[in-house]
């Protein structure tokens, strides 16, 4: 094997023994430049796949869309994530705890009557405990009077839970709305476009359609979004309300026992 080597070298050497050194050298670098540029040229692509992140593309496409529509589209996700937020937090701070307000409240009836669950009621922040504090403080008049005191002020109560959610839905309904539009208006200049060159050539199409599709798109992302946040809000709403209706039914029939137990 050795032999056989050794007379492949001498052969070799033997047919370009007429080239000069800095010949053989550049020829014994070839293989490994051309290794570096293959390499070099696959790693771009990703290097620069890696450099345009998510947030330059989608800023790309938001500026490919137009700013007039999609400025707009982008205002509406402003305003109605702001408001739901807002609510979201609003909601999250009136939740209570009502069986443990319902039992303080009890106790507080049987050991210091009215007035010491009317202080239990203003240590606590929400609105069953406003309600309770409606219904305590019309509690020495009648029962009636405090049912009717409870039920007006839950009316208010439901007020000041429901306040500003009209907006979210009304931002739901106007950015797939916005970018429909987008789409009618970047078909428009698309076909004035083909009718002033007078030939339907796709470079003259294009761009009207790219326009249209990504306003339509950028609509109903920002209305998807919208109405998650709008459902969640709903949801809350209604469990809190249907906390102040039971807690509603349980603060009569604590002021009926308390009456009871007083003439007794």
């Not at 106790?107 to 202080?119: N, Q, V």
Request: proline share 2%; with cysteine.
């Amino acid at each position: 094997m050795k032999r056989l080597f050794s007379t492949l070298v001498i052969a070799t050497i033997m047919v370009f023994g007429g080239l000069n050194v800095n010949a053989t050298n550049s020829v014994n670098a070839l293989p490994d430049n051309i290794v570096n540029f293959v390499q070099d040229e696959e790693a771009a692509p990703a290097q620069e796949e890696e450099s345009v992140g998510f947030h330059q593309e989608l800023k790309r496409r938001f500026i490919e869309g137009g700013p007039g529509f999609m400025g707009i589209v982008l205002l509406c996700l402003i305003l109605g994530l702001a408001i739901a937020i807002e609510r979201i937090i609003f909601l999250n701070l009136s939740t209570t705890n009502t069986k443990k307000l319902a039992q303080d409240v009890e106790d507080a009836l049987h050991s210091g009557g009215i007035e010491a669950a009317k202080e239990v009621c203003r240590n606590t922040k929400g609105p069953v405990a406003s309600i309770y504090y409606q219904g305590l403080d019309r509690a020495d008049e009648s029962t009636e009077a405090a049912e009717k005191a409870v039920v007006a002020y839950g009316g208010v109560q439901m007020g000041q839970l429901e306040k500003n959610v009209s907006w979210v839905s009304l931002f739901i309904a106007l950015a797939p709305m916005l970018g429909f539009m987008g789409t009618v208006i970047g078909m428009i200049q698309a076909f004035d476009r083909i009718e002033a060159a007078g030939d339907m050539q796709p470079s003259l199409v294009a761009g009207g359609i790219k326009v249209a599709l990504l306003t339509t798109v950028f609509g109903l992302i920002v209305a998807i979004i919208l109405q998650i946040f709008y459902n969640y809000i709903i949801a809350k709403i209604d469990s809190i309300v249907n906390d102040m209706e039971d807690a509603s039914i349980t603060l009569i029939d604590l002021l009926v026992d308390y009456k009871n137990k007083r003439r007794v």
